[in-house]
């Protein structure tokens, strides 16, 4: 499945912006699976607090997860703290917002990954 236009948009813009962590270059990591579907679950991590295989210099998430939720939080709770952030200086799509929000009053969102987190909406 192809990713939206406004989807694409919306990564592109993140990687910008840069790592949620540490705030160089960033690549897309997808919060939930399958990703074709939850393209607005992202964030913006660099390759070494993503996947560490370069750069094994800091902590990568997938391969110490609970040591990297322990260091940096929730995924959950650093994604509402990034829409947050980006919401406030009008850089938050609204595409992205009506994805999220129909998500999490469909049913369909999974209510204990929420609930790990100390956010809410």
Known sequence: ME???YEVRFHDMLAREGCIICGSAAQIHHMMRPRHRYQFLV???CEGCHTGYED???LAFHKAKATWRHAYGHE???YFRMRGQL??????PE???NDLVGWLNSGYA???YLEQSVCHI
Do not use: F, M, Y
Not at 87 to 92: A, L, Q, S
């Open 95 to 97: 595409q992205i917002e």
């Open 87 to 92: 919401n406030e200086v009008g850089k938050w």
């Open 110 to 112: 999974d209510r204990i």
């Open 43 to 45: 964030l913006p991590l």
């Open 56 to 58: 094994k210099s800091k």
């Open 76 to 78: 959950a709770e650093l």
């Open 3 to 5: 990713k939206k236009h």
